[in-house]
């Protein structure tokens, strides 16, 4: 299982690991994120959209 580092490094956004560390943001977490929380983060638009589109395939992974 990948890192949250190595994740948002393979969606071109190394940019927010530092931050994700910063908020305990580790992998069971992610599937609770919402749009909202992104943006309280600090996370650009289209960024977030990026995001929810690979958190929602990590869940369809971990269904299947």
Request: aromatic share 4%; no cysteine.
């Amino acid at each position: 299982m990948e890192s949250i580092a190595e994740w948002l490094a393979s969606l071109g956004l190394s940019r927010y690991a530092q931050l994700f560390a910063e908020n305990g943001i580790d992998r069971p977490v992610l599937r609770d994120l919402t749009d909202e929380d992104l943006k309280e983060l600090g996370v650009l638009l289209g960024h977030r959209r990026t995001m929810l589109r690979a958190i929602a395939r990590l869940g369809a992974i971990a269904e299947s």
